[in-house]
């Protein structure tokens, strides 16, 4: 389809429509439609229709390819492959310029995509202050929100939770943000909520069977796993899992031992816990990884 734009434009003005086509098709920096090769290719196909016209364009085309992400081979390739004397010299000074990483002929460094970009948030927590040494430390605990936008690399608050809360769980699912469980003023939680980050909004989720904190939460298959943590003052084993389609938890099993503070993640259709603590309180230096299928 992006050959035949270029194939096809040839009874159509020079470079405007092939710009306008790229821009259009290629370059919209919020979705992916062609990879390098592709849109390189087609660049190529259209100069050729007409070498001797168009191949004054041949720097202004190019600067509008991610040519940084294109392979040096596939380039030398075309190089090589060119019949026109012009053309074949502008070409190796495009390519000179993006192996020595020098010039202005072209592009020599791209940004990634808005879709392909990645934020980080960081989400409640709290700040202790010692007041004086004969009163005890008082303790904030936040609802504030922040991210960080990697592609500005810039910090920027966006809405607070409905409450503050430390060690909750957090993970991502469906492009949200759930959080749940944690703990404020002493009182160890069970209800939740999820961050929605194209609405820049909060919304209640329901709460978990058993209430906790310092507990592993990760997604997997479209599903929640709320994993151990801190219940009461016990350090819990139980295992829930939330289905977002009935907005419920449910119990789904136990760990072999009761584990608090550790690391869970999903990988290759299975939990895995990073082995943190147990019954004893000591780190202990291992990996537990389960083999449970859920």
Same mark, same amino acid.
Request: charged share 25%; hydrophobic share 35%.
């Given at each position: 389809m992006c050959?035949?734009?270029?194939?096809?434009?040839? =009874?159509?003005p020079l470079c405007d429509v092939i710009i306008c086509n790229l821009m259009q098709m290629y370059f919209d920096t919020k979705s992916f439609f062609f990879p390098p090769k592709q849109v390189f290719q087609a660049a190529m196909r259209w100069i050729m229709h007409d070498v001797t016209q168009r191949r004054r364009y041949v720097f202004e085309i190019l600067s509008h390819v991610r040519l940084p @992400?294109?392979?040096?081979?596939? @380039?030398?390739?075309?190089?090589?492959? /060119?019949?026109?004397?012009?053309?074949?010299?502008?070409?190796?000074?495009?390519?000179? =310029?993006?192996?020595t990483k020098k010039g202005s002929l072209v592009p020599l460094y791209v940004?990634?995509?808005? /879709?392909?970009? +990645? &934020?980080?948030?960081?989400?409640?927590?709290? +700040?202790r202050e010692l007041v004086s040494a004969w009163t005890r430390s008082s303790e904030c605990t936040y609802e504030s929100v922040e991210r960080f936008d990697t592609f500005r690399r810039e910090w920027c608050r966006v809405s607070p939770m409905g409450i503050g809360?430390? @060690?909750? !769980?957090?993970?991502?699912?469906?492009?949200?943000i759930f959080v749940v469980g944690g703990e404020q003023e002493s009182q160890i939680l069970a209800n939740g909520e999820c961050y929605d980050p194209r609405e820049d909004?909060? $919304?209640?989720?329901?709460?978990?069977?058993?209430?906790?904190?310092?507990? !592993?939460?990760?997604?997997? %298959?479209?599903? @929640? %796993?709320?994993i151990g943590g801190w219940v009461g003052e016990d350090i819990g084993g139980s295992i829930e +899992? %939330?289905?977002?389609?009935?907005?419920?938890?449910?119990?789904?099993? =136990?760990l072999p031992e009761p584990r608090f503070s550790m690391g869970v993640v999903s990988y290759d259709g299975e939990w895995m816990v990073l082995k943190k603590a147990g &019954? $004893?309180?000591t780190s202990v230096n291992e990996y537990k990884y389960s083999n449970r299928r859920i």
């Amino acid at each position: 389809m992006c050959s035949n734009i270029f194939r096809n434009s040839g =009874d159509r003005p020079l470079c405007d429509v092939i710009i306008c086509n790229l821009m259009q098709m290629y370059f919209d920096t919020k979705s992916f439609f062609f990879p390098p090769k592709q849109v390189f290719q087609a660049a190529m196909r259209w100069i050729m229709h007409d070498v001797t016209q168009r191949r004054r364009y041949v720097f202004e085309i190019l600067s509008h390819v991610r040519l940084p @992400l294109l392979s040096v081979c596939r @380039l030398e390739r075309a190089i090589n492959d /060119c019949g026109d004397g012009s053309l074949k010299v502008a070409l190796r000074s495009v390519h000179k =310029d993006l192996v020595t990483k020098k010039g202005s002929l072209v592009p020599l460094y791209v940004h990634p995509r808005l /879709c392909a970009k +990645k &934020d980080i948030f960081v989400i409640g927590g709290s +700040k202790r202050e010692l007041v004086s040494a004969w009163t005890r430390s008082s303790e904030c605990t936040y609802e504030s929100v922040e991210r960080f936008d990697t592609f500005r690399r810039e910090w920027c608050r966006v809405s607070p939770m409905g409450i503050g809360r430390i @060690l909750p !769980g957090v993970a991502t699912l469906n492009g949200r943000i759930f959080v749940v469980g944690g703990e404020q003023e002493s009182q160890i939680l069970a209800n939740g909520e999820c961050y929605d980050p194209r609405e820049d909004s909060w $919304s209640k989720v329901a709460s978990m069977v058993v209430p906790r904190c310092e507990f !592993g939460l990760c997604a997997l %298959y479209g599903n @929640l %796993y709320a994993i151990g943590g801190w219940v009461g003052e016990d350090i819990g084993g139980s295992i829930e +899992k %939330y289905d977002p389609a009935q907005n419920e938890w449910r119990l789904e099993g =136990d760990l072999p031992e009761p584990r608090f503070s550790m690391g869970v993640v999903s990988y290759d259709g299975e939990w895995m816990v990073l082995k943190k603590a147990g &019954d $004893s309180g000591t780190s202990v230096n291992e990996y537990k990884y389960s083999n449970r299928r859920i």
